[in-house]
């Protein structure tokens, strides 16, 4: 029991620490929400460089 | 007759009605249509038959830090000039290029498109494209922009020295002196009237040629460099009271804009597709026009330096079979599927110039320094039209564009190279405050001396410049004959 028990605790201190950086924003790059959108045009955009258009933003991968 | 004028003198050198100094597409283009009207003509040609040295070291000359440049090697000096290696395309202006409009303060064409057109069959013909109805070829009608179309422009074979030398051989009414530079330009007493030619040759052999009407036909750069360096009677040059010669210099601007993916369903075949934007886009986002070819890997790879060294890597993978990594490198060498380049317009602008430099040639003639500069309304345009493209590109669902960072970027400087087409420094403008020469070529402030070839030009547009300089050489042969 003491193993489980340890094991538990250890897992569960280890979750807190890592959700505490995440929201602190020092591993943010691992979040995939953040995707830098500029307007470039009447109807486009400018995504790391690459112009898509207004049609393109409905798609999910760029949503 | 060809002479050469290395080894022969010519005795009567003031038989001509005309004497032409410049065997390129213009220079001979001219001589053999005044010659048809039963007038006699002189061409001075700086060159020889063949290559040499010594001949293409008179187009050195020095380039300013603005913009990377090479002066003697974009042009050929010797008989037929540049068409001796020039891939021929060919397209006439469009009627968008002599709309009415003042850029950096300058006016545009003084002549019209009809008038422009009238020629065009002659050129057409001299270029043997007269089987040729329009110069755009649409493809590929899934496209439906109202901002760029697809184009293919025609493409002559014609190299002015192989084509035409016989017949200026044996053409009575044509003295073709090889090896014949033009160093000095004399003026009568009134500065006004072109009292005769200066000719020498590389024996340090001068001689005077003397008829009622003149003609430089010699490029871009030389056709401004000398009418500056003759300065014995009018201190500024020839032509220069407003220092206007030189100025005004103009290329058609390549630029890498990006690199592209394609959708294949909507690509097709093609390994890569050209379009010329249209008058539309150019109105609405304050751009030149301009001419774009979206090229594929596989279509680049025959094209430049690289060429040899992916050849390299494709023998290994294939012969060798040592790598798959090899064929990879060879197949993939660009972020995405191809690369963007352009022919664009550059608007004039007098602070892209040609200036004398102290440096002299093998004739004591002052070399000259070039400064090719872009206005704030070339970068504007640059930017306003790729943004416009790749737009266009993804609506369309042609694919999409990466544009290069100097693009998106406005603090970044734009990166350019030319095409080896000089234009502008002799521009045409009906008043002698914005030009060189006026609607008949003829140089303002004198009275039977003109200018044929794209130094001329009052805007580039984005064709190639030989079909529009052979257009303006034939009004000039008319304008010529009808009052001589």
């Not at chain 2, 019209?112 to 089987?131: D, V």
């Not at chain 2, 493209?389 to 603090?411: C, H, Q, W």
């Not at chain 2, 914005?434 to 580039?460: M, R």
Request: hydrophobic share 35%; with cysteine.
């Amino acid at each position: 029991m003491n193993y489980h028990r340890r094991k538990v605790l250890k897992v569960g201190l280890v979750s807190l620490i890592g959700i505490s950086l995440l929201n602190t924003k020092t591993f943010s790059f691992f979040k995939k929400d953040d995707i830098a959108l500029k307007t470039i045009g009447k109807n486009s955009y400018l995504v790391d460089g690459w112009v898509i258009s207004k049609n393109d933003l409905n798609k999910r991968e760029f949503s | 007759m060809i002479i050469d004028f290395n080894n022969d003198s010519h005795k009567n050198t003031n038989e001509y009605d005309y004497c032409i100094s410049g065997a390129g597409a213009a220079g001979i283009a001219l001589a053999l249509r005044l010659a048809e009207s039963g007038k006699r003509v002189a061409l001075f040609e700086g060159g020889d038959r063949e290559y040499s040295q010594v001949s293409q070291d008179i187009y050195k000359g020095k380039v300013t830090e603005q913009n990377p440049y090479w002066l003697d090697l974009y042009r050929l000096r010797f008989l037929g000039g540049t068409t001796n290696h020039w891939a021929g395309r060919c397209r006439p202006f469009v009627e968008y290029d002599f709309e009415e409009k003042q850029i950096n303060d300058l006016p545009g064409w003084p002549i019209s498109f009809e008038e422009m057109n009238r020629f065009l069959p002659q050129a057409k013909s001299i270029l043997e494209l007269e089987e040729i109805d329009t110069f755009k070829i649409v493809e590929n009608t899934h496209i439906e922009s109202e901002y760029f179309e697809p184009d293919v422009s025609a493409s002559s074979s014609i190299r002015f020295r192989d084509r035409f030398s016989e017949e200026l051989e044996r053409h009575s009414n044509v003295d073709l002196y090889l090896n014949a530079n033009l160093v000095d330009i004399q003026l009568e007493e009134d500065l006004s009237t072109i009292k005769h030619f200066v000719i020498q040759n590389y024996n340090q052999k001068k001689q005077s040629f003397t008829a009622p009407h003149y003609i430089i036909a010699m490029g871009a750069i030389e056709n401004a460099r000398i009418l500056l360096n003759c300065d014995s009677q009018i201190s500024s040059g020839i032509g220069n009271q407003t220092n206007m010669v030189g100025k005004c210099f103009m290329e058609h601007l390549n630029i890498r804009l990006g690199e592209f993916v394609s959708n294949k369903a909507s690509w097709g075949e093609s390994q890569s597709m050209q379009f010329m934007t249209t008058p539309k886009l150019a109105k609405e986002m304050n751009t030149g026009l301009s001419n774009i070819t979206f090229g594929t890997v596989r279509q680049i790879k025959a094209y430049g330096r690289t060429a040899e060294i992916k050849a390299l890597f494709n023998k290994l993978s294939c012969q060798l079979g040592v790598s798959e990594h090899l064929q990879f490198l060879y197949e993939h060498d660009c972020i995405g599927e191809g690369v963007i380049s352009t022919l664009c317009e550059q608007f004039p602008f007098k602070d892209s110039k040609l200036a004398l430099i102290d440096e002299k040639d093998s004739f004591g003639l002052r070399r000259v320094e070039l400064d090719w500069h872009l206005s704030q309304n070339d970068i504007d345009s640059i930017r306003n039209m790729s943004i416009a493209i790749a737009e266009e590109f993804a609506e369309n669902n042609l694919g999409r564009v990466k544009l290069s960072s100097f693009i998106t970027d406005s603090s970044q400087k734009i990166e350019i190279s030319g095409h080896a087409h000089q234009m502008g420094t002799t521009r045409m403008s009906a008043s002698e405050e914005f030009g060189v020469v006026d609607v008949n070529c003829k140089v303002h402030q004198t009275n039977n001396l003109y200018i044929a070839g794209s130094s001329v030009f009052s805007t580039g547009g984005a064709v190639n410049p030989t079909m529009p300089l052979l257009q303006l050489t034939y009004r000039l042969a008319e304008h010529l004959t009808s009052i001589s």
